[in-house]
C-alpha cells in the first residue's frame, strides 16, 4: 500500500500513480480535501473512539500544555466536545452541538471554520483509510497550502493513517509506504512521533522537502 500525501497538488502525479497501481493490480483512490473536486473525507470518524477524539482534540488546539491558567479552560471546551463526540463523530454534528455553549467558545468557533468545507463533510461515510489499508490501495491525496482548516485537515489525514496503520498492524497483509511532500508545511508531533515507531508496524515514511 502507499499512501500520497500532496499539500499543495501536482499535474501529474495523479496519473503516474494511478498507472502504477493499476499495473500491479491495486485499487486506486484520488482525494481532495478541496470543495467541488473528487472526494470527501470525514476527518474524526475513522478508527475508534478515543484515536477520533484525539485527532479532533489536536485539530482544535486543545492539548493540555501544563499550564494551569490555559489548561483550565482547555478542560472545560474539552469536556463539552467529548460529551458531543460521543453522540456523534460528524463535524457538523459537532457544530451544531457546541453552539451556544459559552464554556466551549473556542472549539464552536473552530468547528463552524470546519463545516464550511464541504469536502470534509460528506453525507454518507466518505473516503475510508482503513478500507484502503487493508486492500493495499494507492492512495493520492490532494491538499491545500492557501486555505488553513484544508492544512490543519491533511495533517489529521496522516494522523489518521499512522493510526490506522498500527491499529491494523496484526490483520493487514501489506506494507504501507506514506510519501509527505512539503513536509515543513505538514510537521506535526503525531508525525514526529511516528518517525520513531511506525517502523514497527511495517511502515516507512518518505519526506520530501525543498529547505532543511
Not at 7 to 24: R, V
Not at 121 to 137: D, R, T, V, Y
Amino acid at each position: 500500500a502507499m499512501f500520497y500525501i500532496d499539500p499543495k497538488g501536482d499535474t501529474f502525479a495523479p496519473y503516474i500513480l494511478k498507472a502504477a497501481a493499476e499495473a500491479k493490480g491495486k485499487p486506486f483512490y484520488f482525494v481532495s480535501l478541496r470543495d467541488n473536486e473528487l472526494g470527501d473525507w470525514a476527518p474524526f470518524s475513522g478508527g475508534d473512539s478515543r484515536a477520533g477524539l484525539a485527532r479532533l482534540q489536536s485539530a482544535l488546539g486543545l492539548e493540555l500544555s501544563g499550564d494551569p491558567g490555559t489548561d483550565f479552560y482547555k478542560t472545560q471546551e474539552l469536556r463539552a466536545i467529548a460529551k458531543a463526540f460521543s453522540k456523534s463523530r460528524k463535524i457538523l454534528s459537532l457544530a451544531k452541538a457546541m453552539q451556544g455553549n459559552d464554556g466551549a467558545a473556542k472549539a464552536s468557533a473552530e468547528l463552524d471554520r470546519w463545516s464550511a468545507v464541504k469536502s470534509l463533510c460528506p453525507k454518507g461515510k466518505g473516503f475510508s483509510i482503513a478500507k484502503a489499508l487493508k486492500e493495499g490501495a494507492v492512495v493520492y491525496l490532494r491538499g491545500s497550502l492557501d486555505d488553513s482548516i484544508i492544512k490543519a485537515a491533511t495533517k489529521v489525514f496522516i494522523a489518521e493513517t499512522i493510526q490506522e496503520a498500527a491499529r491494523l498492524s496484526s490483520t493487514r497483509k501489506h506494507h504501507l509506504t506514506i510519501v509527505v511532500d512539503e513536509v515543513r508545511f505538514l510537521a506535526s508531533k503525531e508525525l514526529g512521533d511516528a518517525l520513531a515507531t511506525i517502523v514497527g508496524f511495517d511502515v516507512n515514511l518518505v519526506l520530501a522537502y525543498q529547505s532543511i
